[in-house]
């Protein structure tokens, strides 16, 4: 039998006086699979820089205009 660390011989002894076990704070992914990603379609990707240059207005005209005069 393997001899258990001092960290883990903590968590018990805690874990045996009845307080809160470090191990139960310890978030799970909720079948969430970190290493798998999705490629986009090429349908989102257009539209994806559809509104990303949707968004910037330098390229519009309302026919309004600014005198600076110095």
Known sequence: MMAMS?????RQKLAQRGLMNPEQLRGSWNGVK?????????????????????RNHAGRSDDSFC???A
């Open 34 to 54: 970190p290493g798998e990603r999705k490629t986009p379609t090429l349908q989102e990707r257009v539209n994806k820089l559809h509104t990303k240059h949707k």
């Open 67 to 69: 005198i600076y005069c």
């Open 6 to 10: 001092k960290a883990k011989k903590a």
